[in-house]
Antibody, heavy 119, light 107 residues
Framework: EVQLVESGGGLVKPGGSLRLSCAAS????????MNWVRQAPGKGLEWVSS????????YYADSVKGRFTISRDNAKNSLYLQMNSLRAEDTAVYYC????????????WGKGTTVTVSS | DIQMTQSPSSVSASVGDRVTITCRAS??????LAWYQQKPGKAPKLLIY???SLQSGVPSRFSGSGSGTDFTLTISSLQPEDFATYYC?????????FGQGTRLEIK
């Protein structure tokens, strides 16, 4: 079964850091670009970051550029998001999502992990 | 960034109804559009990509159409499990952007 499982969310104070992980299974992880997408409480979907299959291409939304770092370990079938200098507006459910080949479409999603930034 | 605007923001309908949701892009995106369904507390699910291609496993009562700036998602005969929020997403250019969502409620 194709599956993505996020972990690492939690409560953190403004200015703090958190590292999210996404464990992939059931497909050849190293062949796919991967994304992080977030959803603030009661709000819509916001693309956060993407990384190509070999980590050659990395992109960020302006809202997180300079604060978040995406990475992957193909040997461990894992995707990561290092989040620094967190702000209240980063509070959201964070989803990892697989990207369909050579598109921005996301065909497999994890269940999400919740990040709450509050003092 | 390309802005995606969905209408209506919410719609009430009954089981068996035909429902159409519209998505408009702020500039032309050819057919680079996807539709997702999201139920409360769950992850989004890809329904349609490339404006009109049905994702594997998605019931045929879902269909998509359009190109350029105007797109529609149609559910031909609503089923109880279809009540959810639907999002469009443009995949034409970086950064990919989503519409604000359309909540489909039971009448």
């Amino acid at each position: 079964e194709v599956q993505l499982v996020e972990s690492g969310g939690g409560l953190v104070k403004p200015g703090g850091s958190l590292r999210l992980s996404c464990a992939a299974s059931g497909f050849t992880f190293s062949s796919y670009s991967m994304n992080w997408v977030r959803q603030a409480p009661g709000k819509g979907l916001e693309w956060v970051s993407s990384i190509s299959s070999s980590s050659s291409y990395i992109y960020y939304a302006d809202s997180v550029k300079g604060r978040f770092t995406i990475s992957r370990d193909n040997a461990k079938n894992s995707l990561y998001l290092q989040m620094n200098s967190l702000r209240a507006e980063d509070t959201a459910v964070y989803y990892c999502a697989r990207e369909m080949a050579r598109t921005y479409y996301m065909d497999v999603w994890g269940k999400g992990t919740t990040v709450t930034v509050s003092s | 960034d390309i802005q995606m605007t969905q209408s209506p923001s919410s719609v009430s309908a009954s089981v068996g109804d035909r429902v159409t949701i519209t998505c408009r892009a702020s500039q032309g995106i050819s057919s680079w559009l996807a539709w997702y369904q999201q139920k409360p507390g769950k992850a989004p699910k890809l329904l349609i990509y490339a404006a009109s291609s049905l994702q594997s496993g998605v019931p045929s009562r879902f269909s998509g159409s359009g190109s350029g700036t105007d797109f529609t998602l149609t559910i031909s005969s609503l089923q109880p499990e279809d009540f959810a929020t639907y999002y469009c997403q443009q995949a034409n250019s970086f950064p990919s952007t989503f519409g604000q969502g359309t909540r489909l409620e039971i009448k």
